[in-house]
């Protein structure tokens, strides 16, 4: 993986933990305070209604990444890979669409937007992603160098997800998330598991 990868998930990991605590320790004067305060009342509604700040966060991103997925195994489709690989291609891409059903329902349930905005995204350590010119050098593969390819851009990206999954279950409050949350860490990893395997016969 990449240390820009790396360095967003470490920073992930502990922001979305700090935020789980209360608002962080920025500076406090002027629209930067009113934000902050407009946050913490946001936060003692959810709170109140049984999810915080990392709850909304973790849908948020997770339904974009899902999408991102989603997006990457359907270039397995119609591909001369093994049957194996576009098994799991299709596995990928049907479980990811459920999820993204349910979560994107949580958040419509909770009042909160379907995406969160770029800023928000960068004030909790970017935006953990399988870009548009990654999915494209997948897509473009040649039939020789299609397999190695799709699994090495899979891997990466479901160890976004593992991440993502290991904040949320350090930093969340919902119960039904935080059990989404470990479902997705522990079906990464079995998945993840694999697909090196795979790499290697």
């Known amino acids: 993986m990449t240390g820009r990868r790396s360095a967003v998930r470490i920073a992930l990991a502990l922001s979305l933990a700090a935020g789980a605590a209360g608002v962080s320790g920025c500076g406090t004067s002027g629209g930067r305070w009113a934000q ?6 946001a ?3 959810g709170a109140a209604r049984g999810f915080n700040a990392a ?5 948020q991103m997770m ?3 899902n999408g991102q997925g989603v997006e990457l195994a359907r270039l397995a489709r119609g591909r001369a890979v093994r049957a194996e690989i576009g098994l799991l291609a299709g596995a990928i891409a049907a479980t990811q669409r459920d999820e993204t059903a349910s979560m994107a329902g949580l958040l419509r349930e909770w009042g909160q937007p379907p995406t969160a905005p770029p800023d928000e995204h960068a004030a909790h350590g970017g935006m953990p992603e399988t870009d548009a010119r990654e999915i494209a050098s997948v897509a473009d593969a040649g039939p020789a160098d299609f397999e190695r390819a799709f699994l090495n851009a899979m891997i990466a990206h479901q160890d976004d ?3 993502l999954a290991a904040a949320e279950v350090s930093g969340g409050l919902h119960p039904g998330v935080k059990a989404l949350a470990g479902r997705i860490e522990a079906s990464r990893r079995a998945q993840i598991e694999r ?6 016969d």
Do not use: K, P
């Not at 709850?55 to 849908?59: C, E, G, S």
């Not at 697909?195 to 290697?200: D, R």
């Open 36 to 41: 902050q305060v407009m946050a913490s009342r």
């Open 43 to 45: 936060a003692d509604v």
């Open 55 to 59: 709850d909304v966060m973790f849908l």
């Open 63 to 65: 339904v974009v990444h």
């Open 161 to 163: 997800a593992v991440q």
């Open 195 to 200: 697909m090196l395997a795979l790499l290697e």
